[in-house]
């Protein structure tokens, strides 16, 4: 994170990146490991002893919680207390939680300090990475009970929704909330994890992943339609389609950055392998020659995109630093062995129904669906009671000093 009275060239978090990061199932950007701060130095002037030392170890207790967890971020084995001192991904969002309205309460009484604004929007970026790590843990698939193929469970997979939606609307909060309390300048030479298009894409990315989970329970419904299918199949393809238009302009030299963009690219590949397999299946519900060769259209071009995404997917887990893809679960296991065999299927029976001419050599356009699935609405925290306390009286020993 960054520090109260510098800039961010001069404070920004530290992000470990090590040669190889595990199972990936969530793209989690590194960890920004906060820097040390004396506020006591800084603060002491300003405001009362004791205010400095709450913030000072509300800060302190992050930054060793952060430099514990860093290591461990993406490891597949399922967080619950490590061998320093406890430290989980729980407790550091605990801690966060505890320091941002001490941090904002000071905010209210300096509103000058735009680097006590860069230090929320840290802040915020650390709450949603974390987020992004908890979920990335949800949905390793596990070897089961029985003794079958490793699988994620349905409870992990709702549970997911509930915290990719969290760390969107952490994302959503830092874009629209605390980014415009930037001056342009600041903004203009914040690290390229914190720019704007950045955050939008790791938004957009939450928001494209929930929809991916709800797509596979849906599948896993015998409750579901098709038409249902296709719209959250469709929508996935809005999202990540978004969250590339928004980084790839962006220039993330460093590894994690470019990682990201591929991260981005594959599951962007995947989602039209989706949006093609239903929309091909309803097109061929019709009773025209025109609506069963747009179907074949749509079913080839969903068999081209799987096969591409698996070259996307090959290429973001050979990237800096390493990953590995985990066992196929959900959407994409069932897509896997279902869109090779009925794109295969469907060809065959309209090829030997319809001349060649008939088939459509372009794959139709997509259906355009409204974004369904919103960030939380995550608001800021309220002003800190104690802190509030203590400004009062130090506001009323300095007017007794300035009567005296």
Known sequence: MGCLVSTPKDTGGNRRRPANIGDVSVFVPGLRIPKPVDFSQSLGDHLAKSLVERLSALRTRIVVMAGQEAPTITRTRRKSATQHGGSTLGDLLQALEDYLPVLLDWLKMETAMYSAWYEVLSVLHLMATLSLSQANLLLLPRTSIDGYQPKVSEENRR?????????????????????????????????VDLAEGVLRALCLQALGQGVDIQL?????????????????????????????????????????????????????????????????????????????????????????????????????????????????????????????????????????????????????????????????????????????????????????????
């Not at 929704?161 to 959503?172: P, T």
């Not at 630093?321 to 959407?331: A, C, E, K």
Request: glycine share 4%; charged share 25%.
């Open 159 to 191: 549970s997911s929704v509930d915290v990719f939606l969290k760390a969107a609307g952490y994302l959503d909060c830092a874009v629209r909330h605390v980014l415009p309390q930037l001056p342009n300048e600041l903004r203009r030479n914040l690290p």
């Open 216 to 404: 596979g329970l849906a599948i896993d419904s015998t409750k579901a339609t098709l038409a249902v299918k296709r719209r959250l199949a469709c929508e996935m393809v809005k999202y990540w389609q978004q969250a590339q238009d928004n980084i790839m302009n962006l220039p993330l030299a460093n590894g994690w950055g470019e990682k990201h963009r591929l991260f981005v690219k594959w599951k962007y590949i995947e989602a039209k392998a989706a949006a093609y397999y239903y929309h091909g299946l309803i097109l061929d519900e019709g009773n025209t020659e025109k609506s069963h060769g747009m179907a074949v259209a749509a079913l080839q071009a969903a068999d081209e995109y799987l096969k591409e995404s698996k070259k996307a997917c090959e290429a973001f887990h050979a990237s800096i630093p390493v990953s590995r893809n985990p066992p196929l679960w959900g959407t994409m296991k069932y897509l896997s062995e279902k869109i090779p065999k009925d794109t295969s299927s469907k060809v065959r029976i309209n090829r030997d129904l319809y001349s060649h001419e008939k088939i459509m050599e372009t794959a139709p356009t997509l259906p355009d669906f409204a974004l369904a699935l919103k960030p939380d609405e995550y608001q800021l925290p309220l002003v800190d009671a104690s802190w509030n306390e203590e400004a009062t009286k130090k506001g009323h020993l300095s007017s007794n000093k300035s009567r005296g």
